[in-house]
């Protein structure tokens, strides 16, 4: 099973930047996509942006120009760069990314990590 860590969320104004972490471990053998999601209060879960294993990517149309998705395969690590930020940004966000297991696949989620957007 593989395990992801979400950090490097918190309270930042209008206009400012924050850069999110996601790190997994467990056994690994490899993971292909990668993404993050956000959900905030009295809202479903939407998709942010995701990463494929060979570097595309794909972005929510009220994220794309200010938000960036990279990610680290040595590390198993994805990021996420919000740059811009509005108060509609704020949401608790969590990372996903899909692996392979034996002959399929899995897909795990992370625990959250919470972006607040005020003055």
């Known amino acids: 099973q593989v395990q992801l860590v979400e950090s490097g969320g918190g309270l930042v104004q209008p206009g400012g930047s924050l850069r999110l972490s996601c790190a997994a471990s467990?056994?690994?053998?490899?993971?292909?996509?990668m993404g993050w999601h956000r959900q905030a209060p009295g809202k479903q879960r939407e998709l942010v942006a995701t990463?494929?294993?060979?570097?595309?990517?794909n972005y929510a149309d009220s994220v794309q120009g200010r938000f960036t998705i990279s990610r680290d395969s040595a590390k198993n690590t994805v990021y996420l760069q919000m740059n811009s930020l509005k108060p509609e940004d704020t949401a608790v966000y969590y990372c996903?990314?899909?692996?392979?297991?034996?002959?399929?696949?899995?897909?795990?989620w992370g625990q959250g990590t919470q972006v607040t957007v005020s003055s």
């Open positions: 996903n990314a899909i692996y392979q297991y034996g002959l399929g696949a899995l897909e795990s």
């Open positions: 467990g056994r690994i053998s490899r993971i292909n996509d």
């Open positions: 990463i494929t294993s060979g570097g595309s990517t």
